[in-house]
């Protein structure tokens, strides 16, 4: 798998395209930061992908929709998700080429890897989804809504982020 890289490297080429990820909520950041580090110590290179890619990937190549319908599944936000609060992303796993080109892996082991490590880290991997799993997509439910249903975790987002209040505090 890839050589290890130092912390800096690798939280500076964290995105495989850093134009996607207006929505991504700095609150997140630390999280990500802990995953790609956990990662990098067991020789796995990871990018974070917008959510929206993920899952018009998941949507276009494991369920087979076309790929307008797959586009304006993921560009809807009429309801509210851990990706209107920048609280959800997708990663891909690279490793180097011989010639020192990151290349795409696309393995199901890694990937279940690398769900287990997110998920010691309190992250929900959608790996383990039993209707829709993705194995490239994590979500980060805040400490506060433990005991809350979806819903109210939602409403209470909702107010935070008008609020401009912290999300995960």
Not at 65 to 79: K, V
Request: proline share 2%; with cysteine.
């Amino acid at each position: 798998m890839s050589e290890q890289v130092d912390e800096t490297a690798l939280f500076n080429t964290l995105f495989a395209d850093a134009n996607e990820f207006s929505n991504l909520s700095k609150e997140v950041f630390p999280t990500i930061k802990t995953l790609l580090k956990l990662c990098a110590e067991h020789g796995i290179f990871l990018k974070i992908i917008n959510r929206s890619t993920v899952v018009r990937r998941c949507l276009i190549s494991d369920l087979g929709f076309d790929i307008t319908a797959a586009y304006e599944g993921t560009e809807n936000l009429t309801n509210l998700a851990y990706y209107n609060f920048g609280l959800a992303f997708g990663i891909g796993i690279y490793e180097k080429t011989a010639f020192g080109q990151l290349k795409y892996v696309d393995h199901k082991i890694l990937y279940n890897k690398v769900g287990k490590i997110g998920e010691s880290i309190g992250l929900t991997w959608a790996g383990n989804h039993p209707f829709l799993s993705n194995l490239r997509y994590f979500e980060l439910r805040p400490h506060w809504a433990k005991n809350m249903s979806d819903k109210e975790m939602m409403n209470e987002l909702y107010r935070r982020k008008n609020a401009k209040l912290n999300l995960l505090t």
